[in-house]
């Protein structure tokens, strides 16, 4: 798995005349665990955005580095994973087959049933499409494709929306503790328990 690290120099962005941000600098290295704060309509979400390569700063630059080279944003979209509120999953497909959906663009080394197992989903409900789901175990299995794929970098917007107390501590516990080593990754968030332990924290 690549070794990747960030840089953001003087970053800006702006909706037609309006900046949501301008000026912002990080240094985010292979490893770390880093959080992007702030309140609503702060503009954590644009800026995973930007991170992701889905859209382009209105100033600055943001720079992806290897242990080897650089590399365009362009192709960043081939070493994430990325979990958000606002990306959906495949709601027709069962358990089974979004698992293998995945496995087809992601490298995934683990096995559909401890990978069920992780996250926690009842067998009888793995035949069931996803649209039966809960909004709650929706959000296990978003954050449960994420965390088993080998990508080195990892994206996380509002990681327990939708979670109850017990989906929180499984967050915390165990999922956090699945294939970090050697990964960057960066939580949006205004809420502590989803970023107290990291490392580096950017307040818009």
């Keep these: 798995m690549l070794k990747i690290n960030i840089v953001g120099k003087d970053i800006g962005k702006k909706f037609q005349y309006e900046w949501i941000f301008r000026n912002l600098n990080f240094d985010w290295k292979n490893g770390e665990k880093n959080a992007i704060i702030g309140g609503n309509g702060s503009g954590k979400s644009t800026l995973l955005h930007l991170l992701s390569g889905v859209t382009s700063p209105s100033e600055g630059d943001i720079l992806y580095s290897t242990e080897k080279k650089r590399f365009s944003p362009a192709y960043i979209f081939y070493h994430l994973s990325w979990v958000a509120p606002y990306i959906d999953l495949i709601e027709e497909l069962n358990l089974k087959e979004i698992f293998e959906f995945h496995t087809a663009f992601k490298n995934m080394p683990i096995s559909f049933k401890d990978w069920a ?7 009888k409900r793995h035949f069931t499409a996803l649209r039966f789901y809960s909004s709650g175990m929706k959000q296990r299995v978003k954050l449960g494709l994420a965390f088993a794929s080998q990508t080195p970098l990892l994206l996380l917007d509002e990681p327990t929306s939708n979670l109850d107390v017990v989906g929180i501590d499984w967050y915390r516990t165990q999922i956090l503790a699945q294939n970090m080593e050697n990964r960057l990754c960066i939580i949006a968030s205004n ?3 989803e970023y107290d332990f990291c490392q580096q924290i950017l307040n818009l």
């Design 117 to 123: 197992d992780n996250i926690q989903i009842p067998t």
């Design 191 to 193: 809420q502590v328990h």
